[in-house]
């Protein structure tokens, strides 16, 4: 299997918000890449969500 065909800056930020090793991710299959990534951005759209629902003023 070869590495992952990212450039570097976004390997170190993948590494740093998926809290994987850096090698680690190089090395991971890139179906199970796409599947951290998807679990990534529905905990972040879900945290925004609770976020803009605590802001919100009901009139």
Do not use: F, W
């Not at 890449?33 to 003023?57: F, H, N, V, Y």
């Amino acid at each position: 299997m070869k590495p992952l065909q990212i450039s570097p800056e976004t390997a170190q930020k993948l590494a740093k918000q998926l809290n994987v090793p850096l090698e680690h991710l190089m090395h991971m299959p890139q179906h199970i890449l796409m599947q951290k990534l998807a679990e990534l951005a529905k905990s972040a759209s879900s945290s925004e969500q609770k976020e803009s629902d605590g802001t919100k003023q009901e009139s």
